[in-house]
């Protein structure tokens, strides 16, 4: 049973930076690529961040320069180190993984509101 883990959300003013961290219950090499995303109320689902097996990274225009995704195979964790965060980066966060068979896993998200 595949497991993801997200931690690190919460309230932070503008300005701030948080890092999430989503934890699996395998090791990590078992997924094709993993990535985070997130959704604000009232808005779809939307990808911020992808990392492939051989480290390639991709980012939503909207987070360049500001946000880093990284994976630590010995911890079987990717993070999502979030700088110069904006009310707009307020919503839930979800980690996703797709194993080398197509099958994707979701995280049960965790709450970021930048906000003063």
């Known amino acids: 049973q595949v497991q993801l883990v997200e931690s690190g959300g919460g309230l932070v003013q503008p300005g701030g930076s948080l890092r999430l961290s989503c934890a699996t219950s395998?090791?990590?090499?078992?997924?094709?690529?993993m990535g985070w995303y997130r959704q604000a109320p009232g808005k779809q689902r939307e990808l911020v961040a992808g990392i492939s097996g051989n480290d390639n990274t991709n980012y939503a225009d909207s987070v360049k320069g500001r946000f880093t995704i990284s994976r630590d195979s010995t911890k079987n964790t990717v993070y999502l180190q979030m700088n110069s965060l904006k009310p707009e980066d307020t919503a839930v966060y979800y980690c996703?993984?797709?194993?080398?068979?197509?099958?994707?896993?979701w995280g049960q998200g965790t709450q970021v509101t930048v906000s003063s």
């Open positions: 395998v090791v990590i090499f078992r997924f094709n690529a």
């Open positions: 996703n993984a797709v194993a080398t068979g197509g099958s994707s896993f």
